[in-house]
């Protein structure tokens, strides 16, 4: 957007759409970690393919993790960076592991 005064255009706007893109590209990569993870597991038996993909998807956050602290990216910038992927990932594992304690019946369950 064009400043009233001066006629430049407003240095934002471009910060804006590059976090934008960055976090377009951080929600794909997540995405594709999980379905790369589930279509891992399709050929567990059934009994361990939860505990497996909470495992998947806590080795693929340890390795974004890693990633992040290789590249030297900023943990808290306003933008998603491997860091939120990592944690993303992390949560999602924790999920699934839950998930996997109470659909087995040995784990708190929702009452």
């Given at each position: 957007?064009?400043?009233?005064?001066?006629?430049?255009?407003?240095?934002?706007?471009?910060n804006g759409d590059h976090a934008t893109a960055a976090n377009?590209?951080?929600?794909?990569?997540?995405?594709?970690?999980?379905?790369?993870?589930?279509?891992?597991?399709?050929?567990?038996?059934?009994?361990?393919?939860?505990?497996?993909?909470?495992?998947?998807?806590?080795?693929?956050?340890?390795?974004?993790?890693?990633?992040?602290?290789?590249?030297?990216?900023?943990?808290?910038?306003?933008?998603?960076?491997?860091?939120?992927?990592?944690?993303?990932?992390?949560?999602?594992?924790?999920?699934?592991g839950w998930l996997s304690d109470v659909l087995d019946g040995g784990g708190?369950?929702?009452?």
């Open positions: 957007m064009r400043s009233i005064r001066t006629g430049h255009r407003d240095s934002t706007e471009d377009d590209s951080a929600l794909l990569r997540v995405v594709i970690v999980v379905m790369l993870s589930g279509l891992l597991t399709l050929g567990i038996p059934d009994g361990v393919r939860l505990p497996a993909l909470s495992a998947l998807l806590f080795c693929a956050a340890f390795v974004t993790a890693a990633a992040a602290a290789i590249t030297g990216d900023s943990p808290f910038p306003h933008r998603l960076t491997r860091w939120d992927e990592a944690a993303a990932l992390a949560m999602l594992s924790l999920l699934v708190p369950g929702l009452g």
